[in-house]
């Protein structure tokens, strides 16, 4: 089991940008697949991104590909979402998880950090 934390949510206008932060501890996150997914109160929780145990291949929702980026530095231990040009509606808590591969489901999760975004 990988212990994950979020970081990086706040509060921010509608235009701007936040980088969220995951790190992780117990264990590398280079034997992880990477995800972040997002809730807003009220919807059911949905995929935002997904990054590979490498790196080397990223996923991106369709809606959100021309403003969101994942990353990872394994070397650091972390994992990154780059949200650019944000609106209110992306307003939602935003929980990071780990999966040992692509067969399986995300196993572990982190307990979510907040964005909220003004108009």
């Known amino acids: 089991q990988v212990q994950l934390v979020e970081s990086g949510g706040g509060l921010v206008q509608a235009g701007g940008s936040l980088r969220l932060s995951c790190a992780a501890a117990g264990r590398s996150l280079s034997s992880y697949a990477m995800g972040w997914f997002r809730q807003a109160p009220g919807k059911e929780r949905e995929f935002v991104a997904s990054v590979s145990h490498t790196g080397g291949s990223t996923s991106v929702a369709d809606s959100l590909k021309a403003r969101f980026a994942i990353s990872r530095d394994n070397a650091k231990n972390m994992v990154y979402l780059q949200m650019n040009s944000l609106k209110p509606e992306d307003s939602a808590v935003y929980y990071c998880?780990?999966?040992?591969?692509?067969?399986?489901?995300?196993?572990?999760w982190g307990q979510g950090t907040q964005v909220t975004v003004s108009s």
């Open positions: 998880a780990a999966k040992r591969n692509i067969f399986t489901p995300y196993s572990d």
